[in-house]
């Protein structure tokens, strides 16, 4: 368990509400979103192998943890061709989803049980759209295991790294008596901005997904973890 020599001492009791982001924190699904996006960009066009292909795939890589409208927003530009990339997106990701091509990272749900054991309030986030994220919670058997799940639509349209989905998981369950009273984890740089942004004390970056410990330190993670199987220790004041 790995924070910075000024990261702030974690008050365990007062963490009433841990949002939790989904693909590469508690989901592993082993570079799904590249292949998706491979089939979106096939469908509007893009030459497979081509220097457009290989800067459109790198923008995505670079903005893991957005929501995904915003991204084909930025390599599309004309809205209608935007809506269709992600509406090509979600469908070639679901169809990998439903094929089984994903499945929980190791510890996650034992986590999620855990925090809930200790009192805690737990919300699981996504930039996927709601019918995505809907097909990874059947596919993993997850439907029941959290009280709340939010996708950019619950809140407002807008994905990470704004807060809103933070924010919104805070006031719809009032697990927290304030932000500082909030913990949020992700693998992304995006996913530590948008707790920043929220105000949660605990920051949590962990290392199963798409960005690596500067990367998350640099966007302002509190503490870098090896996995969100070690976040209900972190939270007791454990190590």
């Excluded at 924070?3 to 001492?9: G, K, M, R, S, T």
């Excluded at 841990?18 to 030459?47: H, I, K, N, S």
Aim: aromatic letters at 4%; charged letters at 20%; glycine letters at 12%.
């Amino acid at each position: 368990m790995n924070a910075p020599a000024d990261a702030p001492a974690v008050d365990a009791g007062r963490i009433g509400l841990v949002v939790l982001d989904m693909a590469g924190t508690t989901v592993a699904d082993g570079g799904l979103v590249e292949q998706a996006f491979a089939a979106a960009a096939r469908e509007l066009g893009v030459e497979p192998d081509s220097a457009d292909h290989a800067a459109k795939l790198e923008y995505v890589r670079a903005t893991m943890g957005e929501s995904k409208i915003s991204v084909f927003r930025h390599l599309f530009g004309e809205e209608r061709r935007a809506q269709q990339a992600n509406v090509a997106f979600e469908k070639a990701y679901g169809t990998l989803v439903d094929g089984g091509r994903i499945a929980p990272v190791p510890g996650a749900r034992e986590a999620i049980e855990e925090l809930a054991d200790d009192g805690r309030t737990v919300v699981l986030t996504t930039g996927f759209a709601r019918v995505t994220q809907d097909a990874i919670l059947d596919a993993l058997g997850w439907r029941d295991l959290v009280g709340l799940t939010l996708c950019p639509a619950d809140a407002g349209g807008r994905g990470r790294p704004y807060p809103d989905m933070v924010l919104a998981a805070f006031l719809r369950t009032g697990a927290a008596d304030g932000v500082r009273d909030v913990a949020v984890a992700g693998d992304t740089a995006y996913d530590m901005l948008s707790g920043v942004r929220a105000g949660a004390s605990v920051v949590a970056g962990v290392l199963t997904g798409a960005h690596g410990d500067a990367a998350l330190r640099e966007a302002g993670a509190t503490h870098v973890l090896g996995s969100v199987a070690e976040l209900p220790a972190l939270l007791r004041g454990v190590g």
